[in-house]
């Protein structure tokens, strides 16, 4: 409240926002007492860095509002089978960015990849070579299998190896009515060797949901929204990093295109076409696919990921 000298007229402090070069150092003093000092450093940061942002680009009033509307609009579009905030994230490049900033792979341990929108949690626990296939689903089969290790390879045995995929037509189940619930999501377990294996489907390369104002973005960026074939994994053991991690099934070409960021050298994967009876795989619709990749721990303290999404698209919801 201003204090009024003895005429009655208000007293102007000297120290008020007089013009555009006053504006930042006004707003870090209103927030000088935050007691909390990594919240204190976050958002004198980020403040700093916005406010020179807007300085540098000189917004008008209409691109300002345009912009609070495409932000609101990504909560808009968030909601129990769509993460739109985390989408953002992803095509802007800031989740690879935090990713690599938290997981650099110089321990020895495999890569780690983004999250991404679709992870749900609460996978149904399957048996070793179950086939995570739950409901009718197109594409020729693949059979994937691997170990889980220390970083000097000796075997970690009861690791959870979380994994999921999109279907052949590109869609995962919490986007598709089509598609049954948990469909081409599965949790498997290590053996004493550190093997886990699982039946699935050849993944393919897919478009992210473009049916928001990420979509709108990319469009107004000429950007293509795909994304190179992969399959998901989270692989986790007590005492261990838990690795969020991808592996990809594509060309050079959709890697370098991932309109994520996400695709890595070290996390191309192998693809063997089976175009004869294997007797490893008897009964194998032909032709199939096989593919094997191991997995890296390395020592410190698991920590999982808040799932981005907790359930499935109603029919007609679309994406
Ligand atoms: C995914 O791989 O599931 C994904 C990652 C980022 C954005 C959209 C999808
Ligand atoms: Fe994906």
């Keep these: 409240m201003l204090k009024h000298d ?73 909601n129990e089978s769509n993460n739109e905030v985390v989408l953002a994230a992803d095509v802007l490049g ?29 996978s149904p626990v399957c048996a070793s070579g179950d ?30 190896v979380d994994v999921w995929q999109a279907s052949p037509v590109g869609l995962y189940e919490n986007q598709d009515a089509e598609q049954a619930d948990f469909n081409l999501r599965g949790k498997f377990a290590t053996d004493e060797a550190g093997t886990f294996s699982f039946r699935s489907v050849r993944p393919a390369g897919y478009p992210v949901p473009t049916g928001g104002p990420v979509g709108a973005l990319l469009r107004a960026q000429q950007r293509s929204p795909m994304r190179p074939a992969h399959v998901h994994f989270i692989v986790s053991a007590p005492g261990h990093k838990t690795l969020i991690t991808q592996v990809f099934f594509d060309n050079a070409e959709a890697l370098v295109g991932d309109a994520v960021f996400g695709a890595k050298r070290q996390l191309a994967g192998t693809l063997t076409e089976h175009r004869e009876p294997h007797p490893d795989y008897p009964g194998a619709p032909l032709p199939f696919f096989t593919s094997s990749y191991d997995f890296r721990l390395v020592a410190g303290t698991p920590c999982f990921p808040i799932p981005p999404i907790t359930g499935k698209a109603t029919k007609g919801s679309g994406r």
């Excluded at 594409?139 to 075997?155: H, I, K, W």
Aim: glycine share 10%; proline share 5%; hydrophobic share 40%.
């Design 6 to 78: 003895t005429m009655g007229s208000p007293k102007i402090p000297a120290a008020l926002i007089a013009g555009e070069a006053d504006v930042t150092p006004f707003v870090l003093a209103a927030m000088a007492r935050t007691d909390n000092p990594r919240l204190m450093q976050i958002v004198t940061s980020l403040m700093s860095h916005l406010h020179q942002f807007v300085r540098d680009t000189r917004p008008t009033e209409a691109e300002f509002e345009f912009g609070l509307r495409w932000l609101a609009a990504l909560g808009q579009h968030t």
């Design 94 to 122: 800031i989740s690879t960015l935090v990713d690599l900033i938290n997981n650099d792979g110089t321990h020895g341990e495999t890569m780690s990849a983004l999250l991404g929108p679709f992870y749900r949690g609460e």
């Design 131 to 160: 086939c995570i296939a739950r409901s009718d689903t197109s594409g020729a089969a693949l059979y994937f299998s691997g170990r889980v290790t220390e970083t000097d390879g000796q075997p970690i045995a009861g690791a959870t």
